[in-house]
C-alpha cells in the first residue's frame, strides 16, 4: 500500500471512527526494546469487537451500519487479511520475533503456523494442519485465521483460534467475504468453521493456560 493510499484509509477511519487494535502493542515495543522474542495465548475479553486488516474497505467486508447501530468498536490491526468479528468464544495467539535478512510471507507463516499446530497437537488435538497460507484447520473446517506484520528488524504474527464463536455476531457483522479459499467452496459462516471447544470439552480459560504451556518458545 502506497503512502498516500495509507493517509487516505487513516482519513477515513477517522470519519468513520475505526480506532487501532491495541491488543498486543506492549509485545511489540518490548521486542524492539530487548530483541528478545515473545509470546502470548489469551481469551479475548473485551466486549464484540470488529476488526479489519490493514487494508481492508471496512464498507465491503463488514456491515458497519449495523456495527454502528450497535454501538461495537470498530478496529484495524496492523496485519493483513478480511475483517473479523471478536467476542468471547476466541483465544489470540501472538507472537513477536527479530527478523533479519530476506523471508518470504509464505515462509514467515509456515514456521509460526507450524508453531501453533504442534502445541495443539501435545493437546490431543486431532491433527490441525494449514490450509492456503495462514487459515488453521481441522479437516475443511476453519479454526483459525492469522495476519502478518512485518517492519525493520521485527515480525509480529497473531491468530484468532475459535473455541466457542458467536456466530450470530458474525452473521451480522460479517457479509460473505469478497475473497475466499477455495477450500471454502462459498459455505456459510457457519458451515466453514468448527469449534475448539467442541473438540477439547475445555473452557476458553483453560484452553488459553493449556496451550500457553503446550507451545513452548516462540519459533
Known amino acids: 500500500m502506497t503512502s498516500l493510499a495509507r493517509q487516505s484509509l487513516a482519513t477515513r477511519d477517522d470519519v468513520l471512527g475505526i480506532r ?3 491488543m498486543d502493542e ?8 530487548t530483541g528478545l522474542g515473545e509470546g502470548r495465548v489469551a481469551p479475548w475479553l473485551g466486549p464484540v469487537t470488529l476488526v ?9 467486508e463488514a456491515n458497519l451500519g449495523a456495527a454502528v447501530s450497535d454501538g461495537v468498536p470498530i478496529q484495524r490491526r496492523r496485519g493483513g487479511g478480511c475483517a473479523v468479528v471478536l467476542d468471547r468464544g476466541n483465544l489470540i495467539v501472538s507472537a513477536v520475533v527479530p527478523a533479519s535478512g530476506p523471508a518470504s510471507i509464505r515462509g514467515r ?8 499446530i504442534e502445541g495443539l497437537g501435545r493437546l490431543g488435538l486431532p491433527v490441525a494442519e494449514r490450509r492456503e497460507v495462514s487459515d488453521l484447520c481441522l479437516g475443511d473446517r476453519k479454526i483459525g485465521g492469522a495476519a502478518l506484520y512485518l517492519e525493520r528488524g521485527l515480525a509480529y ?3 484468532t483460534l475459535l ?9 451480522r457483522y460479517l457479509p460473505h467475504p469478497p475473497r475466499e479459499p477455495a477450500y471454502r467452496r462459498g459455505r ?7 469449534s475448539l471447544g467442541d473438540e477439547t470439552g475445555m473452557t476458553a480459560l483453560e484452553l488459553s493456560s ?10
Open 210 to 219: 493449556r496451550l500457553a504451556e503446550a507451545l513452548g518458545p516462540v519459533p
Open 26 to 33: 506492549d509485545l511489540i515495543e518490548r521486542v524492539r526494546e
Open 52 to 60: 479489519l486488516g490493514s487494508g481492508s474497505k471496512a464498507e465491503v
Open 109 to 116: 507463516f509456515d514456521r509460526f503456523s507450524s508453531w501453533v
Open 157 to 159: 504474527y497473531t491468530t
Open 20 to 22: 487501532p487494535w491495541t
Open 163 to 171: 473455541h466457542s464463536p458467536a456466530l450470530h455476531s458474525w452473521e
Open 188 to 194: 456459510s459462516h457457519a458451515e466453514f468453521v468448527t
